[in-house]
């Protein structure tokens, strides 16, 4: 750590309490004393680690991509997809948009990261700032939250376990080497420390002592109030979203709405032996039981229906809190509001493990 950080100021991402920056020591981080968020952790030589996980991950995905994902062999016949199969599989099958989905979430999103980090950390390692490190920064920081390797992960197991039952279906060197690289880039994440890769570009800030300030949602930097730009990263600086509770009520509002006709109406067609018929969500759940795959119909049902409904009902309760200004239990309502948001990803699962099905 440096001087330029000892008398830097930090603001708690989450709910914006103010802190002096303290060198802590290895391996240790801070957290926020009013809602437990992490402010930041101490890794030792975090820009050369991350670096050698992000190259990791890198080398990881070219192989995941080139290699054989899964291979299947029934009565005689082999065949071998590779990750991207599942998606240009959905395509084929007329669900385009669904097919870019899943193609960015597994495949575009990760390899846009990961050499984002790459353009920004060998350069930085050498001492210096890379050639739009602003603009990469910004667009990594937006991409990331979007890179759904885990629950892509997820669905590939379910989808391995299930075609056992059908037919004779192997791991091919692919799939080793994305669970090497889903590994790799967590610890590549982890590693990061944004502080020490910005103490690289030295800015001056406005000092207000005392006074108001405002931080950066992108980079971190706490600048003064009325800034409405980021020296640092260069990204437009404002304040908490302007009427969040109103928009969060109106978009709660209409995923209700459209959460009736999406289980009322039908989803999919299930066609056996030449025969389809429509089938809702709940319906299909249920002919997968009948059909006696009773792990993958509680899967859909947990991830199609349960964790949106879930969803759907937490929020409600947490805007009526927050708007009739109830003051109970803030912080474990903060810890229901982070869970909707890590389980939120999660409903991707049956899609990635549909386009996984019928890539093969
Ligand atoms: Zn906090
Ligand atoms: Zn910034």
């Known amino acids: ?15 914006d309490r103010l802190y002096r920056w303290l060198d802590i020591p290895p391996d240790a981080k801070a957290s926020c004393s009013r809602c437990r968020v992490e402010l930041y952790r101490h890794v030792p030589d975090s820009l050369t680690r991350s ?26 016949l082999e065949r071998r997809n590779l990750m991207m199969s599942g998606a240009l599989a959905l395509a084929e099958f007329g669900m385009p948009e669904l097919g870019v989905l899943v193609f ?54 379910i989808a391995f376990v299930k075609l056992q039952d059908l037919a004779a279906v192997s791991p091919g060197p692919g799939l080793f080497a994305f669970a090497g690289m889903l590994l790799a880039y967590t610890a590549g994440r982890a590693a990061f420390s944004p502080e020490v890769f910005w103490s690289l570009k030295k800015v001056s800030r406005r000092r207000s002592v005392g006074g108001p300030h405002i931080r950066c949602h992108i980079c971190g930097l706490v600048l003064a109030h009325g800034d409405h730009h980021c020296p640092r990263c260069e990204s437009r600086v404002h304040h908490r979203e302007q009427g969040s509770l109103e928009k969060t009520a109106a978009l709660t509002l209409a995923a209700a709405i459209m959460f009736i006709p999406a289980n009322l ?12 018929h429509p089938d809702t969500i709940l319906s299909g759940v249920i002919s997968l039981m009948q059909g006696g795959m009773f792990g993958l119909a509680l899967i859909v049902l947990f991830a199609s229906i349960i964790v949106p409904l879930l969803k759907l009902v937490v929020l409600t309760f947490l805007i009526y809190t927050v708007h009739k200004g109830v003051r109970w239990r803030p912080r474990d309502r903060t810890l229901l509001y982070r869970l909707t948001e890590v389980v939120g990803a999660w409903s991707m699962v049956d899609i990635f493990l549909v386009g996984l099905l019928s890539g093969l």
């Open 104 to 157: 960015c979430t597994s495949i575009g999103f990760p390899l846009l990261t990961i050499a984002g980090m790459l353009w920004l950390l060998i350069p930085a390692c050498f001492g210096r700032l890379a050639w739009g490190a602003e603009f990469c920064y910004r667009w990594v920081h937006h991409l990331s939250p979007w890179s759904l390797l885990g629950v892509f992960m997820l669905g590939t197991l």
């Open 1 to 15: 750590m440096n001087h330029n950080q000892t008398e830097q100021l930090v603001a708690c991402p989450e709910c």
């Open 265 to 276: 109406f039908p989803i999919m067609m299930v066609s056996k032996l030449g025969q389809g």
């Open 51 to 76: 670096l050698a996980w992000y190259v990791t991950a890198f080398m990881f995905l070219c192989i995941a991509n080139l290699m054989p994902f899964l291979s299947m062999s029934a009565v005689g």
